[in-house]
């Protein structure tokens, strides 16, 4: 009179029989470990501040563009960031599993375009194009202009020792060229001759490892723009 009763679930061949010694012993008040050791949870608290730098970065750069803060505020927090950045990757293990800033950007579905540029180039837009204010402010400030004139002397003359010494190291010369280019754009916003080669030598430094050193002939011919952007910074200054 009435069909077979439908079963609940998919018939098998096979009964079964649940054991209790079989049942789970998960505590779940127990706190899951992500890592198995400390060496791991380093690594992957480095790697987490380089993704919050990257994430920080570029919301930085979105607010200068947007006039949101100042460039003083710009400047420092940019710098800040790209220090932390750099010395992060300077752990070997680290900057292995980091391989490189494309890469770990996949790995972990991050876009930021305004940040990867920022990395790349590895300064501060104020630094790499010049304020505009730099020179009415060191002629409002009277005898600062003299002060900034020779402190940017001194850090082209000793850049320039630096490779007559053979010093061809990147963390030797970028940390220098770096304060060259900041000393020169407290002086003047003008785009003298030379200039736009030492941001471009700033570039190519910021890309290679720490260990790196430059080969012979690129050695020659950043003396060669060095020399050539300090003769148009003493230019603008006649």
């Known amino acids: ?3 077979a009763r439908q ?11 649940p054991d209790a010694s ?6 779940l008040d127990e706190e899951v470990k992500l890592t198995t ?14 993704y919050s730098i990257i994430i920080t970065l570029d919301a930085i750069e979105k607010a200068y563009i947007k006039d949101s803060i100042t460039e003083a505020e710009y400047t420092e927090t940019c710098s800040r960031l790209l220090k932390h950045y750099k010395a992060i990757l300077n752990d070997e293990t ?3 599993e980091f391989r490189d800033l494309e890469s770990f950007k996949q790995k972990w579905n991050v876009e930021c375009p305004r940040a990867t540029e920022r990395l790349r180039i590895g300064l501060p837009a104020t630094v790499e194009q ?6 009415s402010n060191n002629n409002a400030g009277g005898g600062a202009d003299g002060v900034a004139i020779v402190l940017a002397t001194e850090n082209f003359i000793m850049f320039l020792d630096a490779l007559k010494l053979n010093m061809f190291a990147k963390d030797s010369l970028h ?9 020169v754009n407290k002086v003047t916003d003008q785009d003298f001759e ?3 080669k030492i941001v471009q030598w700033l570039i190519t430094l910021n890309q290679m490892k720490a260990t790196e050193v430059l080969a012979e002939d690129q050695a020659r011919e950043l003396t060669f723009d060095m020399e050539q952007a300090y003769y148009g910074f003493k230019a603008t200054i006649k």
């Open 94 to 96: 680290v900057s292995a």
């Open 175 to 183: 940390p220098l060229l770096s304060d060259v280019i900041t000393s």
């Open 194 to 196: 030379g200039r736009g």
């Open 7 to 17: 079963l609940p679930y998919a018939p098998t061949p096979y009964s079964y029989t």
């Open 1 to 3: 009179m009435y069909g």
């Open 22 to 27: 079989l049942s789970a012993t998960i505590n």
């Open 37 to 50: 050791s400390n060496a791991e949870s380093e690594l992957y608290d480095s790697l987490a501040e380089i």
């Open 130 to 135: 010049p304020s505009h204010n730099a020179s």
